[in-house]
């Protein structure tokens, strides 16, 4: 079983930063693609970035210029720093994690979410 941890959440005002951090563990043999969603309250899940083995990235257009999203390979981390935050940013933070088991079957593993609020 793959685990995913997120943590660096928390409380931010306006024009703010914050970096998350998420990492797996548990049987990998190889990771693919890792990437951060979020949830605002009332909506549904989307996702914010991503990032490919090969250091390939994806972001939505609305955090564009304001995010960034990096990876350690060597330790299956990913991190998502947060700039210039804006009320609209808040929500939980998912990270998800795509690769393949030591036993050579895929996963797709969510981490609990870390909650951003940004609020003044």
């Known amino acids: 079983q793959v685990r995913v941890v997120e943590s660096g959440g928390g409380l931010v005002q306006p024009g703010g930063s914050l970096r998350l951090s998420c990492a797996a563990s548990?049987?990998?043999?190889?990771?693919?693609?890792m990437g951060w969603y979020r949830q605002p309250p009332g909506a549904q899940r989307e996702l914010v970035a991503s990032?490919?083995?090969?250091?390939?990235?994806n972001y939505a257009e609305s955090v564009k210029g304001r995010f960034t999203i990096s990876r350690d390979n060597d330790r299956d981390s990913v991190y998502l720093q947060m700039n210039s935050l804006k009320p609209e940013d808040t929500a939980v933070y998912y990270c998800?994690?795509?690769?393949?088991?030591?036993?050579?079957?895929?996963?797709?593993?969510w981490g609990q979410g870390t909650q951003v609020t940004v609020s003044s």
């Open positions: 990032i490919t083995t090969d250091g390939t990235t």
């Open positions: 548990g049987g990998i043999s190889s990771v693919m693609v």
């Open positions: 998800n994690v795509k690769g393949r088991r030591l036993v050579l079957t895929t996963f797709d593993s």
